[in-house]
C-alpha cells in the first residue's frame, strides 16, 4: 500500500513538472497576445494538481490501516501461565493479579473478588473425553467476538488465546484437570474437577468480558452434564 502512495506522488510531481513547463512554454507568448492560453494552461494545472490530490487522499486511509499496529499487544506471560506445584500433591493454576480484569478458580482461600468456582464433568467421561468436550465448546461458543486459538493440549491442560478483532487485546484462559485417584480395581475415587483461569493481558477493567467468556461456556458444557461446584 505504501508503494501505491510513492506511485500517486510520483505520478503528481511529474504532472505538476509537465503543467509547469507547459505554463512557462505559453507564459512566452503573454507578449503577442497569449493571455488567454497562458489562463487555460494555469487553470489545467491547478485541476491536474486536484485530481492527483484526491487520488492520494482515497490511498492514504488504506495505507494507514494497513500499518496500524494492535493497540493491545503484548507478550504472552509465561511467568503466569501453567500449573502450579505448591507440593504435597496441591497443584493450581495461577492465582490473579490487584486488577479486576482476571479470574480463578485457585482464589478460593486468597480473594474472593477473583474467585469462582470450579467445575465438574460426569463420572463416566475419562479426562480426555472432558478434554475434547470442552476444545468443542470453546470452538462453538463466542459471546466477546473474540478470535480465538488453542495454544497448548496436554493430557490435563488446556491454554487458549482469545484476541479482539478490533485492538488486538488478549486474554489468556487456562484450563486444568487435576489427576483424578481411581481404587485397586481402576475406579475413579476422586470427583471430576475442572479447575480454570480467564485474565486480560493488559488493562485494568475488562467490562467483565472474562466472566461471560467462562459462562458461555460452561452454560454449553451443562447441556452434558458438567455443573458448577456449588450450583
Known amino acids: 500500500m505504501a508503494m501505491t502512495s510513492t506511485t500517486s506522488m510520483t505520478a503528481l510531481f511529474s504532472r505538476k513538472t509537465s503543467a509547469s513547463s507547459a505554463s512557462a512554454s505559453t507564459a512566452s507568448s503573454v507578449g503577442s497576445g497569449g493571455v488567454t492560453s497562458l489562463t487555460s494552461s494555469v487553470a489545467l494545472s491547478i485541476a491536474i494538481s486536484a485530481s492527483a490530490f484526491c487520488m492520494d487522499f482515497a490511498v492514504a486511509p488504506q495505507a494507514a490501516e494497513a500499518a496500524l499496529l494492535p493497540i493491545g499487544g503484548a507478550p504472552r506471560p509465561t511467568r503466569q ?20 480484569n482476571c479470574i480463578s478458580t485457585a482464589e478460593e482461600a486468597n480473594d474472593p473478588k477473583h ?17 475434547e468436550q470442552l476444545k468443542e465448546a470453546i470452538n462453538t461458543t463466542n459471546p466477546d467476538k473474540f478470535d480465538h486459538d488453542i495454544v497448548t493440549v ?15 487485546f488478549v486474554d489468556d484462559v487456562e484450563f486444568f484437570f487435576p489427576e483424578r485417584t481411581t481404587d485397586e480395581e481402576g475406579n ?6 475442572v479447575e480454570y483461569r480467564s485474565a ?22 451443562q447441556k452434558k452434564g458438567w455443573r458448577s461446584v456449588g450450583f
Open 200 to 221: 486480560s493481558r493488559v488493562g485494568d477493567s475488562d467490562f467483565d468480558v472474562n466472566r461471560k467468556r467462562i459462562k458461555a461456556l460452561r452454560l454449553e458444557l
Open 115 to 131: 474467585y469462582v468456582p470450579p467445575w465438574t464433568f460426569p463420572k463416566t467421561l475419562s479426562t480426555q473425553e472432558a478434554m
Open 154 to 168: 496436554n493430557k490435563n491442560y488446556l491454554y487458549a488465546e482469545y484476541t479482539s478483532p478490533t485492538f488486538g
Open 81 to 100: 501461565l501453567g500449573i502450579v506445584d505448591y507440593g504435597g500433591s496441591v497443584k493450581t493454576l495461577h492465582l490473579c493479579p490487584s486488577t479486576p
Open 188 to 193: 475413579y475415587t476422586s470427583p471430576p474437577v
